[in-house]
């Protein structure tokens, strides 16, 4: 039974990976289960400078989610590369890294030092709800959001670079659109969704940051759709992402054309979800009498 | 709740449980350890939210996910110093099996809002230790604060030093830090965040020390008292 599925040059060997900011650098979740088994692992964004991030509360829960306002906090490139990097790298499984920045050298510095330390894939971060300048500003806005992708594929040489779009546009098809003409090698979505949540005791925010990023399955059938809109948009491969907690979550994001899927909340309320799900790929494929995996990429029936 | 694992919890640590088995609530929730049998595992709990409206409905025999022991509990008092624990409310949960292993040797604190809210008073006053109550509308022990308690025991007591062990709602627990600072004590205090995932991972639940943010879940959820920017 083959798994593996292609997202530009990289061969996954199954199409779950971990989405950024949910799995850490891997080593909280290595005492749950084997990292080996992944299809890959997306590293929590990294900037130039450590970040120290925002204020508590950063998460609240609301109905079949939850909202986040982490604000980015991450060890910094230095860090990254001495002490985390190494320890991913003793798994055999592909590494992508999400990177985030103010400005377009910064997003250019940080690509070629992860893309010289043989990183398997920059994960592009224009889509932070939660940080005051940069992230979602890229993101939102066509022009910089070209100028960047172009920038950060020109700079470097083997990695393959993801763009993670924002849901928060007018027009996803555009956007994925703008990626793929920029050179970006694959794009991944949805990161979270903008949103709000009040105490009503209080009338004050539940979160310090006011807003956050809303994600899990409260947000699935969203994502999905707009999954479901890219990849017809666009010829290179989509990595759906939002929401996705058990087997069939996945199946579906595989048959709306995503090539590959990342968990993130799901990790949290279950750190085995992502191998529950790559054994529950399995199982399908056998029920449906599946060679490979990639025979039901984009198979979403329209009537 | 019956329990397969062998790790043995220290009071302090806390589990992740599942709280029911729909969606909504989507994550397991922090319950302190409270008590622990050979083979059950068992959590005190103020009925306050979905999750634990919905614990309360479970009926035995049930299978949920629980997660544990994690974070780190309470140090062991250090030499020639006196335990003094100080807990507020449910924050009782948290104190109850370091009270339990201490005894005699500690002194305990327990304060609350009113006389129903004193819970498990008999059982703590079974364990031994100098006990002092007090509750905020005079219904059981002292009316006021623990910290009240707490400034005039530290001002009358020959028995000291003392070190701290608190728990309860953030107002009490600075409270006790500050006292703390003025008194140039060292203590330590459980800290309460809303969690995601609880082993670390998902950065939600940090909170501001002197050597910067730092996770409830992994470097606490007990911190050395001082150390904690409130």
Known sequence: MDLSVNIGTLTLKNPVMTASGTFG?????????????????VAKGISRKPMEGNPAPRICETPCGMM?????????????????????RQYDTKLIVNILGNSIPEYVKLAQALDQAGVDGIELNVSCPNVKRGGISFGTDRRSLAKLVSAVKVSVTSSVVITKLSPNVSSIPDFAKIAEDAGSDAISLINTIPALSIDT????????????????????????????????AVKIPVIGIGGILNTSDAVEFLLAGASAVQVGTGNFLNPHTTTEIIGGLSAYMERKNLRTIRDIIGKFQVP | MPLESTIEPTPGQFYMVQTGSTLDPLLKRPFSYFRKTPETIQFLYAVKGKGTVQMKALKPGVEIQIIGPLGKGYPNP????????????????????????????????YGAQCRNDLIFLDQ?????????????DCSVGRGGKVTDILSSLLDSSKSGPYVLYSCGPKPMLSAVAEIAASRNMKGFASLEENMACGFGACMGCAVK??????????????????????
């Open chain 2, 78 to 109: 250090t030499r020639g110093h006196t335990p003094l624990l100080i807990a507020g409310g449910i924050g009782v949960a948290s104190l109850f099996p370091l009270a339990e292993r201490l005894r005699g040797k500690a002194c305990f604190i």
């Open chain 2, 124 to 136: 703590m006053e079974g364990l031994g230790c100098e006990l002092l109550t007090c509750t905020d």
């Open chain 1, 25 to 41: 650098y891997g080593e909280e979740y290595a005492e749950f289960l084997d990292l080996n088994l992944l299809g890959g692992i």
């Open chain 1, 201 to 232: 005791e209080t009338w004050r925010p539940k979160l310090a940051n006011v807003t956050g990023g809303l994600s899990g399955p409260a947000i699935k059938p969203i994502a999905l759709r707009m999954v479901w809109e890219a990849s017809r």
């Open chain 1, 68 to 88: 986040n306002a982490i604000g980015l906090q991450n060890v910094g490139l230095k860090h990254f590369l001495a002490k985390k990097l190494p320890y991913l």
């Open chain 2, 209 to 230: 020390t002197t050597r910067g943010y730092k996770r409830v879940c992994k470097e606490g959820p007990v911190f050395p008292i001082r150390e904690i920017v409130w």
